[in-house]
């Protein structure tokens, strides 16, 4: 199957500094992008879905100002917490959306985990 | 809008007896379907899917789960657990092959040597 990688895996950062999460598909072309967010002890929530070229479409609830995505390219997309706050500790997993082989399929990446102190 | 209910948030059983972990949809069409297993501090991993083939979906892992339309159910089953199955599973669903991912609540297995 298809490989999906973030960085960094794990960053722990002080409030108020902003943290730049990648995500890139290694073998498959991810022409839809969503960003999922996991709370201790919680399932995970949609934060936004984006298109290649396009601007991201966000849940309701989720500021598109504090949580910039951006999917300028098939295999890469970036999410980047500004002012990062202790409130927004979680687990970040990206899921890259696209054809692999003849498919279309999904998958997610292997989270990456943000402490902010 | 379609959701998920995964009936218990957590479940114990004994090494070697059967695993039910129990899931129903809601929606206005059958949908696709998944279980996800995810182990302590790691990402998801894909056990099984549902695409309106054959309503018996076998998976990885030795675990299965059977779509029930009239029931709007499709829980996961595995007949014999191993202590290497305890984690948080995930069931999920989605409209359309162009839809978004909705995920269940989860329910925590233990298994009890």
């Known amino acids: 199957g298809a490989v999906v990688s973030q960085h960094p895996s794990w960053v722990i950062c002080k409030s108020g500094t902003s943290v730049k999460i990648e995500c890139r598909s290694l073998d498959f072309q991810a022409t839809t992008m969503f960003w999922y967010r996991q709370f201790p002890k919680q399932s995970l929530m949609l934060m936004a879905t984006s298109n290649e070229g396009s601007k991201a479409t966000y849940e309701q609830g989720v500021e598109k100002d504090k949580f910039l995505i951006n999917h300028a390219s098939l295999t890469l997309s970036t999410l980047t917490v500004t002012s990062a706050h202790p409130e927004d500790s979680s687990f970040y997993i990206c899921s890259p959306r696209g054809v692999a082989g003849l498919q279309e399929t999904q998958y997610f990446g292997p989270g990456t985990r943000l402490l902010v102190l | 809008a379609q959701s998920v209910t995964q009936l218990g948030s957590h479940v114990s059983v004994s090494e070697g007896a059967l695993v039910l972990l129990r899931c129903n949809y809601s929606?206005?069409?059958?949908?696709?379907l998944f279980w996800y297993v995810q182990y302590p501090n790691q990402g998801l991993q894909l056990l099984l899917k549902?695409?309106?083939?054959?309503?018996l979906v076998k998976g990885i892992n030795g675990f299965e789960a059977e779509f029930k339309k009239s029931e709007t159910s499709f829980h996961l089953t595995k007949p014999s657990a191993h202590m290497s199955d305890a984690a948080e599973y995930f069931c999920?669903?989605?409209?359309?092959?162009?839809?978004?991912?909705?995920f269940g609540p989860g329910t925590s297995l233990s298994v009890i040597p």
């Open positions: 549902y695409t309106s083939a054959a309503t």
């Open positions: 929606s206005s069409v059958p949908p696709y």
């Open positions: 999920a669903v989605r409209k359309t092959s162009y839809d978004k991912v909705i």
